[in-house]
């Protein structure tokens, strides 16, 4: 029995679930009043939704739904290994918000969460206390940014505004808020600073059009990053995942050579670069998820808890791709993952 | 495979005609009706029925459901809401049992137009107010450190009766809570629901579950006729199937990819020929899942490489680990 009709998805955020605990807070009635039209559904905690077992992260994924809720116990975390930490000695990253809008097909949050529901904790003031708790003894790098992209929920959250009036006001916190958005409209409302630096992932037109689900094109992200650094903003840029393919490395250079054409290189603040590389679990995980998916189902090589694509390529990949890079930025403001 | 499950027959009658079931073999005493892809099982009252019902047409091998299959509650429900008229088609957003007061939250992925409700699982028939104190009290020892805050919950009534209105100590934001008023989170009671979500959920994801509840009286004592139900459900179900069956086809599309027959045996073949460990039977297995993503089919060129290179089966492990990384080369 076939129907004629076809079925359609919510849109993004259509429901609303929040925890009962942070109905009066501030945040979240400024949040929820962004979402008129949001079905709201009161719960009790989110993981009752989010950590549920046996859920669909790809179906999910059509439809995210927001969950507002109330963050406890550790809110920093010391950087992971497989993790750029761009020389800084006290490098931290935190949580205020789990999953990303957009839908990339190597992407680790897939392999990390059961849900692809985006839950937002909504206690801003409780992050910032243990921030200033650890400042007073040492200085501070942190990435805000890392199991997000909070420049693209800006106009929905604008978490990323509260976080830069945050770090303006402690010298001794530096902020990395990393993005593959082309939110031109967050980058109006955040005011610059020098310990504020927005990260830019870039990615080959090839790669993002085949794997980098509902990201605004390379073009979109350069014209963004231009306007943030004629605001004034530190501009970090990572090229950061890549991705192994026979032409990637003409598709590669293709990129680069854009990317210095749009945007002046000596003002690029440092540049990262890294070929994909994922946890074990993850990957297992990911593999489940999305049974479709080259990236995901490439015969990665294994060691130590890491599937990489095997010593010799990886290597042969970076220093390509260092090579290329060094045409335009200098050696000692390029950060590569071995 | 859309797996339908009422509680009674009147409720299940319209449902039988409007897809034409046939009549099975009982699965454990349960009657159960089916014309592919549609199955319906007739639960009986109450939530541990419900629950017993769905284990056992999941559990049997013809009925266990996969990534492309849908759960569908229909039955008719009681609420208090006087805005929601007689026949009004509800879909739960999340369903409490009020036994256990435990929560469960179906997905709400797919575009619909039906009213959104929430749905209260009573253990018994619903009949007027219902002394609330009990849950009242559960939900302020379950979650004691959430009311330890600035917000007060007073349910001043339950079961669909229930007016939760937010007590601020402090008298602001009520505009801001709007939607917790009954006026908008809209609430009904029936008997199967979370015990239908409850076994659920061993077989399927929150996306595959739907529960549909027609509103049949408002909790007060009314007797309803078995022709009443029968005509509920009837005038609701062309609706409900008109949007499951899109949704039905839309995750059938969506199954992920698996070896056919044929592709498993040339795999077994494969590895049987190349003398393979167990471990990197796996890696054949990620290999050829790659290659066929890649390029929509293994088969043809496995033939070929096995035919050119392979005449006999390997003489031990070495050999054949020397083939099996040459495959792997061809194949990347």
């Known amino acids: ?338 | 495979m859309i797996t339908i499950f009422t509680a009674l027959y009147c409720e299940a009658e319209p449902i039988i005609q409007y897809f034409d079931l046939k009549r099975q073999d009982d699965i454990n005493g349960f009657q159960l009706f089916s014309r592919d892809p549609i199955h319906l099982l007739i639960t009986g009252v109450g939530s541990i029925n419900a629950a017993i019902g769905v284990t056992s047409l999941c559990s049997s091998s013809l009925y266990a459901p996969d990534f492309g299959d849908i759960i569908v509650n229909i039955g008719i429900c009681g609420t208090k809401n006087l805005s929601l008229g007689k026949g009004s088609l509800l879909l739960g957003k999340k369903i409490i049992d009020l036994s256990t007061y435990r929560a469960y939250y179906p997905d709400m992925i797919f575009e619909h137009e039906f009213t959104e409700s929430t749905i209260l699982t009573s253990p018994v028939p619903v009949t007027g107010s219902v002394n609330n104190s009990a849950i009242v009290h559960s939900l302020h020892t379950e979650h004691s450190s959430i009311y330890a805050g600035s917000t007060e919950i007073s349910m001043t009534e339950c079961a669909g009766l229930r007016t939760q209105s937010f007590i601020h100590k402090d008298n602001t934001n009520t505009i801001s809570n709007e939607w917790l008023s009954d006026a908008i989170n809209l609430f009904a009671t029936d008997m199967e629901a979370s015990g239908i979500f409850h076994a659920a959920k061993l077989f399927y994801q929150p996306h595959q579950m739907f529960f549909f509840k027609v509103v049949s009286d408002y909790q007060d004592g009314e007797k309803l006729r078995k022709q009443d139900v029968l005509s509920l459900i009837s005038d609701n179900i062309g609706q409900i199937a008109k949007w499951i069956l899109p949704i039905h086809d839309e995750l059938q599309s969506r199954k992920p990819m698996v070896f056919s027959e044929q592709e498993k045996a040339l795999l077994n073949r494969t590895a049987e020929s190349l003398r393979l460990t167990v471990s990197m039977q796996f890696q054949l297995k990620g290999l050829l899942h790659y290659y066929k993503i890649k390029n929509g089919d293994f088969t043809r060129d496995l033939e070929q490489f096995l035919k050119e290179n392979i005449k006999q089966t390997c003489k031990n492990k070495n050999e054949g680990k020397k083939y099996f990384e040459k495959l792997r080369k061809s194949f990347l």
């Open chain 1, 1 to 338: 029995m076939k129907s004629l009709e076809k079925a359609s998805y919510n849109a993004a955020f259509s429901h609303i679930y929040v925890e009962k605990e942070i109905i009066d807070h501030p945040n979240t009635i400024e949040i929820l009043s962004r979402f008129p039209k949001a079905v709201k559904i009161e719960i009790s905690r989110y993981n009752e939704i989010f950590s549920r077992s046996n859920q669909s992260f790809i179906i999910q994924k059509k439809s995210p739904a927001l969950i507002l809720a109330k963050k406890y116990g550790k809110f920093l975390f010391e950087g992971a290994p497989v993790c750029q930490d761009f020389g800084n000695e006290h490098f931290y990253y935190t949580t205020c918000v789990m999953n990303c809008i957009y839908d990339c097909e190597y992407c680790f949050l897939q392999g990390m969460y059961d849900s692809a529901n985006i839950v937002v904790f909504v206690n801003l003031e409780d992050y910032f206390a243990e921030i200033e708790k650890l400042l007073a003894i040492h200085p501070m790098y942190l990435s805000i940014s890392y199991d997000t992209d909070l420049l693209s929920l800006e106009q929905k959250l604008g978490f990323a505004q509260k976080w830069c009036r945050f770090t303006k006001a402690h010298s001794d916190l530096t902020i990395e808020i990393r993005t593959k958005s082309a939110n031109n409209k967050a980058i109006e409302v955040l005011t610059p600073s020098k310990n504020i630096i927005l990260a830019w992932t870039l990615s080959s037109e090839t790669v993002q059009e085949a794997y980098e689900h509902k990201t605004p094109p390379l073009m979109q992200r350069l014209s963004c990053i231009k306007k943030a650094l004629e605001k004034g903003f530190q501009v970090r840029i990572c090229f950061d995942p890549i991705l192994y393919s026979k032409d990637w490395l003409s598709s590669f250079e293709e990129m680069v050579e854009k990317t210095f054409t749009e945007i002046p290189a000596t003002k690029i603040h440092d540049a990262s670069i890294g070929v994909f590389r994922i946890s074990r679990d993850y990957l297992k995980r990911m593999r489940k998820n999305r049974t479709d998916s080259v990236i995901v189902h490439y015969p990665y090589e294994y060691d130590n808890g890491v599937y990489h694509y095997g010593s010799h390529l990886s290597h042969l990949m970076t220093s390509s791709a260092c090579d290329i890079l060094k045409k335009y930025i200098p050696d000692e403001k390029i950060f590569v993952w071995n």
